[in-house]
C-alpha cells in the first residue's frame, strides 16, 4: 500500500489548506483512516480520523478548525484546516489509526508571515 500525501505549502497566519492523500494498493472504503501532524522535533501525533461511515473525530485542540472527509471512490482521504497558525506548521501524514500501512513522506506545512 502507498500513502501519497498532498496539498501542503507555505501559508500565511489565518489561512486555510486543504490536504489531500491518495492511497494506492489498498481498497480505501475498507479502512478507517488518519491524519497526523509532526512538527519539527516532537513526534508524530494523531490530528484527526474518520471511520468507514464517516464518523469523524478530531482532536480536541483542533476541533472547529480542523475537518477530515473522505471519498472511497476516488480512493481519497481530506484533511481541511483553516485559521492555521505557527503551531500547525509541521508534516502532516495519513495512515489508518493504527499504522497499519508503510508511512508515506507526508506533505510539509509551513505557517508563517
Known amino acids: 500500500v502507498q500513502l501519497q500525501a498532498s496539498g501542503g505549502g507555505l501559508v500565511q497566519p489565518g489561512g486555510s489548506l486543504k490536504l489531500s492523500c491518495v492511497v494506492s494498493?489498498?481498497?480505501?472504503?475498507?479502512?478507517?483512516m488518519a491524519w497526523y501532524r509532526q512538527a519539527p522535533g516532537k513526534r508524530r501525533l494523531l490530528v484527526a480520523r474518520i471511520s468507514m461511515t464517516g464518523v469523524t473525530m478530531v482532536v480536541n485542540s483542533l476541533r472547529g478548525r480542523f475537518a477530515i472527509s473522505r471519498d472511497d471512490a476516488r480512493n481519497t482521504a481530506y484533511l481541511e484546516m483553516t485559521d492555521l497558525n505557527a503551531d500547525d506548521t509541521g508534516v502532516y501524514y495519513c495512515?489508518?489509526?493504527?499504522?497499519?500501512?508503510?508511512w508515506g513522506p507526508g506533505t510539509l506545512v509551513t505557517v508563517s508571515s
Open positions: 495512515n489508518t489509526p493504527n499504522s497499519a500501512w508503510s
Open positions: 494498493g489498498a481498497n480505501l472504503g475498507s479502512a478507517f
